[in-house]
């Protein structure tokens, strides 16, 4: 079983960026990022395998980057040129088997607690 701790989250004026860490007990096979806006369903982000293959939502490319030091288990999320529209919890998310589309939260069976961004316009 993989445990998940999330942070970096804050508030941000729009234009600005943050970094999201996600400390896991271990390296699973596919890590990923999920953000929920109030009112609104969960959407997938980034998500990572470790194979290096890395998938991003429309939304977010050019702007996010997904990375992963496996040395510290940690997954990363790169944020910038933040928008009000990014407002969100972020999540992270696991797997330990390959995902075959990794923006999909029910392909994760872990998932952290969450950290809230909140950018300002």
């Known amino acids: 079983q993989v445990q998940l701790a999330e942070s970096g989250g804050g508030s941000v004026q729009a234009g600005g960026s943050l970094r999201l860490s996600c400390a896991a007990t271990?390296?699973?096979?596919?890590m990923g990022w999920f953000r929920q806006a109030p009112g609104k369903g969960r959407e997938g982000v980034a998500a990572?395998?470790?194979?290096?293959?890395?998938t991003y939502a429309d939304s977010v490319k050019g702007r996010f980057t997904i990375s992963r030091d496996n040395a510290k288990n940690t997954l990363y999320l790169q944020m910038s040129s933040l928008k009000p529209e990014d407002t969100a919890m972020y999540y992270c998310?696991?797997?330990?088997?390959?995902?075959?589309?990794?923006?999909?939260?029910?392909?994760?069976?872990?998932w952290g607690q969450g950290t809230q961004v909140t950018v300002s316009s």
């Open positions: 990572l395998d470790s194979d290096g293959s890395a």
């Open positions: 998310a696991a797997a330990v088997f390959r995902v075959l589309v990794p923006l999909v939260g029910s392909n994760y069976p872990y």
């Open positions: 271990y390296s699973p096979r596919c």
